[in-house]
């Protein structure tokens, strides 16, 4: 099916667009359709190894430090505009390798943009300390870069989720390679194109398409990498951070959740609806931060399940091209593994209020599934779905829903649901997660930090604090 994209497309290292060195490629389906739509270099240890040779020249020529931080502001806000004249060919991008919406594929350029502009702005901005250390002496401290950053990427956001770490990278000296996700790769490859045509130097970011343990794994082993920037599951993570490990080097790890609303009886049950269901129907549910456990006081439990059941049933599940309000899962290998853990939900005994099965027709879509009557002990409770599949648990008193929602590995995101401000801090305050929403899933935005807590992951993305992930400090002491 023609999709106004273009069906052959190449890896961008040293400035460069090429084929994988062996020639292979990667057939990119659309998740709508499970047709193939476009080609993509299937990139391997001698693409990463050519990747990371560029910008280690380019790190050690001194190509981002020694552009002044305002110039390279600039440069992230040049990469914003001509992003903005791409925007169509993203969304369709999206909406295409991804199953966004249309709508939601724009949105991720209107994300994409602000991440540059915001950490352009804060480019100039991020300073050191001067010591007083007493007469004859100077001492103050600088933010080092760490040299050649290896990011990878997830599937479901590849586009805001590379920008951010390659602005963060960029605007504080290092030089980067990023392997792109296998199943929706397109839009990174338009955003390079984006950073050739803004002036970004050769070498300074490279983007290399592959699967992970042809492409993934030699990037985060390789000797000549200085920081890696992971944001996948807690499994890869793992091998991730062995490789790490076995050579010292920081990394800002980025996993999964399984992130808990906790509704109280005085919440407005509508808009908590709402809100829940925008949490976990959003992109299919395929967010780390998706409002996956519904924990609510039993009092009103009933009346917030029939409440986000009518929700549900609001969502047209189709392709984006035919205007679909919820898109497919991303492949048939996580669609089979979702209606597995939904089938180990059933004869564990949970109530599946609606959905569960995939809808026959092309493509790999699930509705809207909720499961009722659910005990913290199920594997529903505590593994990820990361698809469009609620679980509900009832609790008795506030104690009772804090240790529910701690008592997974996961620590990303959490959120409260009430119209008493002291149980809203009083829960927020005892909550392990990264972030707590209160009366809103996903309060926040670029300008707030991001991250998990426990095995969902540490380091923060997003904010201020995401560019102390990417420096190290150096302390200078000049006796005069
Ligand atoms: P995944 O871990 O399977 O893959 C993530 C990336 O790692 C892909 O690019 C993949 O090619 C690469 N990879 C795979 N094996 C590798 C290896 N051995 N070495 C190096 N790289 C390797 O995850 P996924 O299924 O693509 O994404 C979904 C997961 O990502 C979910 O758990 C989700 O919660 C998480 N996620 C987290 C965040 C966050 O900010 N915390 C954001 C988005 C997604």
Known sequence: MA???????????????????????????????????????????ADIDRAV?????????????????????ELMF???????TMADEVAVAEMRDNGKTLAAGYKEVELTQRYLTYYGGLADKLEGRQIPLGDGIIDYTVHMPYGVSAQIVPWNGPLPVGARSIACALITGNTVVLKSPEDSPLSLFILARAMEKAGVPKGAVNIVCGY???????????PDIDHIVFTGSVETGKSVLRAAAERVIPAVMELGGKSAAVVYAD?????TAKNVARGIFHHAGQICSAASRLLVHHSVHDALVSRIKAE??????????EGATMGPVISEKQLS????????GVSEGATLVTGGKRLERDGFFLPPTIFAGVSPAMRIANEEFFGPVLVVIPFATPEEAVAIANGTDYGLAAGVFTRDLHLAHWTADRLVAGQVYVNDWWVGGVETPFGGAKRSGYGREKGQEALLGYVQTKNIGIRL
């Open 3 to 45: 999709t106004g994209l273009q069906s052959h497309w190449h890896n961008f290292i040293d400035g460069a667009w090429c084929d994988a060195a062996d020639g292979r490629t990667i057939a990119v389906t659309d998740p709508a359709t499970g047709e193939t739509i476009a080609h993509v270099p299937r990139g391997g240890k």
């Open 53 to 73: 040779a560029a910008a280690r020249r380019a790190f050690n020529d001194r190509l981002m430090v020694s552009m002044t931080p305002a110039k390279r502001g």
């Open 78 to 84: 040049e990469i914003a505009r001509v992003l903005g």
């Open 212 to 222: 992970g343990l042809e492409a993934g794994a030699p990037l985060v082993a390789h």
């Open 267 to 271: 919440a407005d049950l509508d808009r």
């Open 312 to 321: 549900a049933e609001t969502r047209t599940v189709g392709p984006g091209v």
């Open 337 to 344: 593994r979702i209606e597995a853990l939904c089938a180990a």
